[in-house]
């Protein structure tokens, strides 16, 4: 670390990061409804949210398990990775740095 990265107020630099899941079952995806939400309450949606989670040593969930769990969460769905589909670097309404990862999974169970 240098001398000017020690005197910024935000360094090391934080971005959220939010997942997402394509879950296919026999050519269908997997949709759920959000119940929270001002502006997507109501709305169909792949199931997504935040990297958020900590594991038993306190460290945060890589994206893939957090994808999963949302997946288990929102949807009831037991899915497992197949592959990464997509991922952009996009700015909350604030402005807030926030990173999108998309995975795509097949339907285990659920």
């Not at 939010?18 to 409804?33: A, Q, S, Y």
């Not at 109501?42 to 199931?47: C, E, I, K, N, Q």
Request: proline share 8%; glycine share 10%.
């Amino acid at each position: 670390m240098n001398e000017q990265s020690r005197n910024l107020p935000d360094f090391p630099p934080k971005m959220i990061v939010c997942v997402g899941t394509v879950v296919l079952r026999e050519h269908k995806v997997l949709f759920v409804r959000q119940t929270y939400g001002r502006s997507l309450k109501g709305r169909w949606t792949l199931p997504w949210g935040f990297a958020h989670g900590k594991d038993s040593v306190g460290s945060p969930d890589p994206p893939e398990v957090a994808a999963l769990r949302e997946t288990r969460e929102e949807g009831g769905v037991i899915a497992e990775i197949e592959g990464l589909l997509g991922v952009q670097n996009h700015p909350s309404r604030n402005g807030e740095p926030r990173l999108y990862l998309l995975f795509l999974c097949r339907h285990v169970s659920g």
